[in-house]
């Protein structure tokens, strides 16, 4: 199965969601700001409209996976605001995705990005992942 005869160049998705102190800079460790939204927040929304968009749309037991993600956070957003994050299918080339991503809050344009998923076999994947668990076990760090 590939990617390219699943999605279509263009197709896009948006998801919405009202801020609240969970998102803030303060409970993701990532700062000392409690008002306003964290990075990692909006960058976890853009990636689950891309999800979205994307497994949606596959044969039961396919998923993506994010590999790549580039995301400029332009602008503050407080506590209360709810922000807009629209996805959009720029690429399809065999099993890789590349999506262009724009968030926005009531002001305006708060952040943009590129992200890159891969269709696989989830079944797949968990073995690999078993497999790696595996080789950790015995281990002293």
């Known amino acids: 199965m590939r990617a ?3 999605f279509t ?8 969601k009202k801020i609240t102190e969970s998102d803030t800079a303060l409970k993701y460790g990532s700062g000392k700001l409690d008002t ?20 949606e749309k596959l044969p039961e037991g396919f998923i993506t996976v994010g590999k790549v993600a580039y995301v400029d956070h332009e602008k503050p957003t407080y506590l209360g605001e709810t922000v807009s994050v629209t ?5 399809c080339d065999g099993v890789k995705v ?3 991503m724009k968030a926005f809050d009531e002001v305006g344009l708060i952040g943009i990005g ?9 079944e ?11 080789l950790l076990q015995n281990r002293d760090f």
Do not use: C, F, W
Not at 39 to 54: D, F, G, H, N, R
Not at 87 to 91: A, F, R, S, Y
């Open 98 to 100: 590349v999506l262009s």
């Open 36 to 55: 306003l939204m964290a990075t990692p927040s909006l960058v976890a929304m853009m990636i689950e409209a891309s999800s979205k968009l994307l497994d």
């Open 114 to 122: 590129h992200h890159h998923r891969y269709v696989v076999n989830k």
């Open 124 to 134: 797949a994947l968990l073995k690999k992942a078993r497999e790696r668990e595996i």
């Open 87 to 91: 996805v959009t299918i720029e690429e």
């Open 9 to 16: 160049k263009g197709e896009s998705l948006t998801i919405q």
């Open 4 to 6: 390219i005869d699943t």
